[in-house]
């Protein structure tokens, strides 16, 4: 089989290592037009301002890394500029050489991703206004900035991006301005917990100018003026443009396939386009919203991910494994807050005709020092069926956290998962190794404190496995599942060598348990071992 792929990164980089391990034979084919095939996107505002200083800690993998491991043929460089999907066809371009030649495929994913939104404004080809996607443009950011030592920066657009890239060039020694046209930044917050990052900003020396747009930009002798729509000019020396994404889905519509409704590639649960040998993933796809079921643009690299080994599995064995959708779960680090948001907050619920929903904020939340702020949105009917009836909204807003609280255990998360949480959020520039480095430490710790009394082991690494791997975090203390599995898998390592089974599990890939345990141990999850050893224990 031949398998093309169009876009690395976090997409497609996914669906080639997958597509490796389950087929060893197959060809790949991985075409990136930029120079770098896998690196890490939420690194970049980091670098810039210093937190990250050893630019090599950008990359997940190198070209030569890839190829090397995962025997595929990466071709950097080089785009793809037609796709005829009636003959299984693609026409590729080297950039480099301007050369152009033809490639076929068996299958073909698209992972195109999505580019910043550079609307036609006055003055918006001045060579001091940057868009920040990529590590080319991160290079001339942290070139200019090093160099021409800005003192003055604008930063047009409060999301997740324009933030981070705020604090950066505040640590950089420049004096920032936020232009957003909404009332508030970060909009996957309702206002209320977008204050919050409102009074902490202007606490940080932001300037935040909400509710106001740009009008133009003016090259002036000491720098550009950015000229609003209220008729106010800021001054700056660097502009930073950060206004939103649009999918690129040019390739695909040439191609004919369905562009939705929300201007995204079209899928169905397989990810699978409206050519059945055409897949697409990450950026570029509309997605199913978990909450309100609409599809939804959610530009995300978790999401991405999970596609991309849900497509590298349907290719090679056939549609059997559901997308099921997004809940748009984000978090953003903002000078000394951690910002993070899940689901739907009520500007949208109310957007798409769901208005029977309250509202409960809580500030300084009981037993979570690290927490300032908390928000819940909740439909009326899910309250009233979890039982929270109390009409005093700050008793019921606690009744709320307890009941919420109370559902976060049963769905299993594990002490690991919340250790491993709270350390991503203070460390917000962590490459993948230090993540999975932290996650071993961390289930070391755990291991010593609850379980190496127990069974006289120290050190081991079993809970970072499954806590890193298993799409379901298990907590294993107190859930009968968890200590299924674990159970299990003890009895496979037994006379192994532990830290390469370790490496192999840590290599396949989020996975149901079942599957999991499959390739783990090339059994199936059964109970069957420890019924097994009770029945010992019973007839001695």
């Known amino acids: 089989m031949k398998y093309l792929i169009i876009g690395g990164v976090a997409g497609g980089a996914t669906v080639a290592a997958r597509l490796r391990r389950m087929d060893e034979k197959a060809q790949i084919i991985l075409f990136e037009r930029g120079k770098y095939v896998s690196y890490a996107n939420c690194g970049l505002p980091y ?32 785009e793809v500029e037609a796709i005829d999907a009636e003959k299984k066809m693609v026409t590729v371009k080297n950039l480099l050489t301007g050369e152009t030649y033809q490639e076929s495929y068996d299958k073909l994913v698209l992972s195109p991703g999505a580019e910043p939104l550079r609307p036609r404004i006055e003055g918006i080809d001045c060579k001091k206004i940057f868009t920040l996607r990529n590590v080319p443009d991160t290079d001339a950011i942290k070139q200019y900035v090093e160099h021409e030592k800005p003192s003055r920066s604008v930063v047009v657009g409060g ?13 950089c020694g420049t004096k920032v301005d936020i232009i957003e046209m909404a009332d508030q930044v970060m909009a996957p917050l309702d206002y209320s917990m977008a204050a919050i990052v409102h009074q902490h900003l202007v606490d940080k020396g932001v300037t935040l100018h909400l509710k106001d747009g740009v009008k133009s930009f003016e ?9 609003l729509q209220s008729g106010e000019v800021v001054e700056a020396d660097l502009v930073l443009l950060s206004i939103g994404v649009r999918p690129e889905v040019k390739l695909a519509r040439e191609a004919g396939l369905t562009i939705g409704k ?40 978790g999401p991405a991910n999970k596609q991309g080994r849900i497509v590298a ?14 809940m748009g779960t984000s978090v953003a680090k903002v000078f000394d807050l951690t910002v993070a948001a899940v689901g739907a907050n009520a500007k949208l619920l109310k957007r798409v005709n769901m208005y029977d929903v309250d509202y409960y904020m809580m500030n300084g939340v009981p037993n979570t020092a690290f927490t300032e702020a ?65 996650t071993i430490g961390i289930a070391k710790e755990v291991w010593n404190k609850y379980y190496a009394p127990v069974f006289g082991l120290k050190d081991e690494t079993i809970l970072a496995v499954y806590s890193h791997m298993i799409d379901t975090p ?18 496979y390592l037994e006379g192994k060598d532990f830290a390469t089974e370790v490496e192999r599990i840590f290599s396949q890939g989020r996975l149901t348990p079942n599957v999991w345990m499959k390739q783990a141990t090339g059994s199936p999850l059964t109970v069957e071992p420890m019924l097994e050893a009770v029945r010992k224990v019973i007839k001695n």
């Open 47 to 78: 670098y810039i301002g210093g937190e990250i200083s050893d630019r090599k800690k950008l990359f997940v993998q190198t070209v030569e890394g890839f190829t090397r491991r995962f025997l595929i043929d990466i071709r950097t460089e080089q």
């Open 374 to 438: 908390l928000a819940f949105v909740f439909q009326k009917r899910d309250l009233e069926f979890l039982g929270v009836k109390d009409n005093d909204p700050e008793k019921k807003a606690m009744d709320v956290l307890d009941k919420v609280w109370t559902m976060y255990e049963i769905t299993g998360v594990s002490m690991v998962d919340i250790s491993v949480w709270k350390w991503l959020y203070a460390h917000p520039d962590a490459t993948a190794e230090q993540l999975k480095e932290a």
């Open 313 to 326: 599995d349907n290719i090679a064995l056939g549609n059997k494994e559901v997308y099921p959708g997004t």
């Open 159 to 171: 999301g997740f991006i324009g933030l981070e890239m705020a604090e950066n060039l505040s640590l």
């Open 474 to 491: 298990l907590y294993l203390s107190a859930y009968a599942f968890g200590q299924i599995i674990e159970y299990q898998l003890d009895q």
């Open 219 to 227: 090259e002036t002798a000491t720098g550009v003026a950015v000229h």
């Open 262 to 301: 929300l201007g995204g590639i079209a899928v169905n649960e397989f990810m699978q386009t409206s050519a059945p040998d055409i897949y697409a993933l990450g950026d570029a796809v509309e997605v199913r919203h978990l909450v309100t079921d609409q599809p939804a643009m959610i530009p995300l690299a």
